[in-house]
């Protein structure tokens, strides 16, 4: 904004776009944006929404975005989101659009192949917080002699919840890739884990 860009956001990503709706897009000014960073969450919420799945509304997509008039879209997410906006800016290319398309690595489930080194920042900032509260709890466990169960995001990747484990000193970190992939999970072998860990 400050280099004379009009910078606009789209609220609920790729959603409205899908239906030809260009009616939410909002003009960001510094004053909109100058503090954001100091927030959790998102101002421009978040979708699920996938224009990949449907060749009509991967178009509408794309008509939406020329509608706009813009030059660039920035994609902020996951893996679903990178390949929609890969998607998308082939879309765009076919259809003869000056959109150009750049995709940032943004999950708190660390599992985008980055090099390893290179951890997406909602993980950091997820993992940072989780150890936070764990490191209370584990305070709180002490003085009441008791156990506190925790559970973190991620899906099928363990990454932030062995991140927040490593980080706080937990006695037991559980994730899914301790188990065999593609086999049910039961209760009874997780009670075994955790009974084991304790005594």
């Known amino acids: 904004i400050n280099s004379g860009w009009e910078v606009y956001g789209i609220p609920d990503g790729f959603s409205r776009l899908m239906e030809g709706e260009t009616s939410h897009v909002v003009r960001f000014t510094v004053d909109d944006v100058s503090r954001i960073h100091l927030q959790g969450g998102s101002v421009l919420f978040t979708s699920r929404a996938n224009p990949t799945k449907q060749p009509e509304k991967l178009e509408a997509t794309v008509q939406a975005l020329q509608q706009l008039g813009l030059d660039a879209l920035l994609t902020i997410g996951g ?67 008791r156990w506190f169960f925790v559970v973190a995001m991620g899906r099928q990747a363990g990454h932030l919840a062995q991140g927040i484990g490593k980080s706080a000193g937990a006695t037991i970190t559980v994730i899914p890739e301790d188990f065999p992939p593609d086999a049910p999970i039961h209760l009874d072998h997780l009670v075994d884990i955790l009974e084991t860990s304790i005594y």
């Open 79 to 145: 893996d679903d989101t990178g390949y929609s906006a890969a998607v998308v800016a082939n879309a765009a290319n076919a259809a003869k659009s000056r959109l150009r398309v750049a995709h940032v690595p943004k999950t708190i489930d660390n599992d985008l192949p980055l090099p390893g080194d290179v951890p997406t920042f909602g993980y950091q900032t997820a993992r940072h917080v989780g150890a936070e509260q764990v490191s209370n709890l584990m305070t709180d466990a002490l003085t009441t002699k």
